[in-house]
């Protein structure tokens, strides 16, 4: 690792831009060399607050996530943003929309922009959002503000990742607030109202707010806040809002309850991987697992035996 990639990691170190965006394309696209770079990157990281966006399709969250970028950057802060992009028709291709909606962002070095397609849904790259994520953390990111389409697992997943999830709904959706998954509703930690421009803001603002009065919490009541993200209205309210999330966060324990959570579940998670395709490459496995296909078609075992029997080689053999 040293040779190959210890004059990236010492411009990434120094701050450097590209060497973090090349970093990035290795840790998304090379496991083995990923894994090491986030290995020796690990010292510096758990210091950035990571801000989940979700919401419907079309709800304005990138637009927000601009203003919110620059919102961050008149407080003083340092941003990287991250864009979680289906394959949608609705940007043609994310890093271009990104370049063409957040310009002024593109061009400030305390910004660090990164779009991630996750190529037709669930694929592997949605998996390393939280890599990604990990990466702008150590590269000295204060705020990681996360984007995603809120139609499957990957906000799931950004939700696992980020402190605060905030649930972008906008009126047109209004009557479809019953109908919204429950899941939306349940991980946010904050709802916006966006487009608060246009008429029924403050219907489902009300409509958000009993909702979320009927949610069991942990001590946090979810705010609602009305944005118009095209003005930027709202955002310093929002970023408010968000701080204050931090303070209960920490103040209740909870920062550093589920930041332990969060590192047994990635070691098991890591270490299951590991398991998987320790096993799994051997060749006497595939031979004996062609063995027991076998074996189990011509009705001489079962698929439950036969697992078993995998199992019990691979640990007795170790
Ligand atoms: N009237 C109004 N339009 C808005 C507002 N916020 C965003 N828009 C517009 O809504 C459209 C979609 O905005 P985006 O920011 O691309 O929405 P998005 O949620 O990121 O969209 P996807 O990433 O494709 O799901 C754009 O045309 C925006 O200009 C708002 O507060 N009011
Ligand atoms: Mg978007």
């Given at each position: ?52 966006i979700t919401g419907p399709p079309g709800a304005g969250k990138s637009t927000l996530v ?17 864009a ?63 984007e995603t389409v ?18 972008v ?25 966006n ?34 993200a ?89």
């Open positions: 690792l040293e040779s190959t990639f210890s004059g990236l990691l010492t411009e990434f170190r120094a701050g450097s831009k590209r060497a973090c965006a090349r970093l990035l394309s290795v840790v998304e696209n090379e496991p083995d060399a990923g894994t090491a770079i986030l290995d020796e990157l690990y010292p510096l990281m758990d210091r950035a607050y990571r801000v989940g601009e203003k919110m970028g620059r919102e961050c950057r008149n407080r003083g802060k340092t941003v990287g943003i991250v979680v992009d289906p394959t949608s028709p609705f940007s043609g291709g994310a890093l271009l929309g990104d370049r063409v909606r957040m310009p002024s962002l593109f061009t400030d070095p305390g910004v660090f922009i990164r779009s991630m397609a996750t190529r037709g849904g669930l694929g592997g790259l949605a998996a390393r959002t939280k890599e990604v994520c990990d990466v702008l953390d150590a590269f000295g990111r204060d705020i990681i503000i996360i809120g139609v499957g697992q990957v906000e799931l997943d950004v939700a696992a990742t980020a402190q605060s999830t905030v649930v709904l906008v009126p047109e959706s209004g009557d479809s607030i019953q109908t919204m998954k429950a899941g939306l509703m349940e991980i946010g930690e904050l709802f916006c109202v487009k608060s421009d246009r008429d029924g803001a403050d219907r489902l603002v009300m409509e958000v707010e009993t909702m979320v009065e009927m949610k069991k919490g942990d001590g946090w009541m979810p705010p609602v806040v009305k944005t118009v095209t003005n930027g209205k709202g955002v310093p309210e929002l970023l408010d809002r968000l701080e204050e999330h931090r303070r209960f966060l920490e103040a209740s324990g909870l920062l550093t309850s589920r930041r332990r959570e969060s590192i047994r579940d990635e070691i098991v998670e890591l270490a299951d991987d590991w398991l998987r395709r320790e096993v799994w490459q051997r060749p006497e496995v595939a031979a004996q697992l062609a063995a027991l296909v076998e074996q189990t078609f011509a009705g001489r075992t079962t698929p439950y035996k036969a697992a078993e029997a995998i199992v019990k080689q691979a640990v007795a053999s170790r």
